[in-house]
């Protein structure tokens, strides 16, 4: 099952959530600490990990990496508000002592740019706990499908990372893909786990992948039926057949890679099919909302 995305307390690491809906900011006016406020905030891990009395000195190093990125005081103040209080994206891992790592990101809309903003903060327990230490990262990007794979990148980094599990299934988009072929024989560099890489960027843009090695495979587990999306990865097989079969049902296959090449350059084909293709199922799924 796919997350709920007004779930409380969830930890999602999803490109439709970041990218469909960038926070409009205006300039804040007022101290940076001022904005954390007492009590939870359940979409952001960060607040629910702090206290009021926790030291604000974290704020305003990561008001001054903002200040860094090229961003004037006052937008600064309103980006770090929006990252710490209503993130798109976030998740947290508890590791040993109960340090938590957290990471939390939003796109944002300032000055007539969109930027995309990360904020990746380590907390320490205690009474209260704090902020050991916070970093920032943020660029300008333009909401289209190259600069959309940067951020499906960078939230797939965070999912491995934190080790999120639930991914969001939104209305009207594709819910499953199906990869026919392995990268196993012919594509250089690929890594053991090129499996679980493929199945964290589907579930970053919102889908459940399912890789299959043969027609037989294909056939015994039933998935001809259930795939909205399919990939064949170039190589040895020979999925004519099933291609043809999958053609009478209408549903559309993409061919990706070419034997010889890298696995980077091949999981870089993939990334930019399923983004392309859920982003514009999720912004025509909203046009008719509208």
Known sequence: MGANPRAPGRQACDLLSVALSPAALAPVDRAVGEFVLAGKVTTSPLRNATQKRTSPAWLQQALAALE??????????????QVVNRPSAAGQLRTSGGIIEICQ????AVSGSTAYVELNATVTPGLPPEV???????????????????????????????????????????REVLVLGTPTAGYLETPPDWEARLRTTAAVVGLRLSVVT????????????????????????????SIE??????????RIGSPGATFPSLHN???RHLVAVMW???????????
């Open 245 to 254: 079969r999958f053609d009478q049902l209408g549903k559309p296959v993409e």
């Open 105 to 108: 990101a939003a796109l944002v």
């Open 132 to 174: 050991a230490k916070v970093e920032v990262e943020a660029f300008l990007v333009e909401v289209d499908v190259d600069d959309l794979c940067v951020v499906t990148e960078r939230l797939e980094a965070m999912r491995a990372r934190l080790h999120v599990r639930d991914h969001i299934q939104h209305p009207d988009t594709p």
């Open 214 to 241: 043969t027609a037989r495979e294909l056939k015994a587990q039933a998935l001809t039926d259930r795939a909205d999306l399919v990939v064949v990865v170039t190589g040895r097989g020979d999925w004519r057949p």
């Open 269 to 271: 084909e993939l990334r």
């Open 68 to 81: 860094g990125h090229g961003f004037a005081s006052p937008i600064a103040t309103a980006i770090l508000e």
């Open 280 to 290: 514009a199922g999720s912004r025509q799924s909203r046009s008719v909302l509208m």
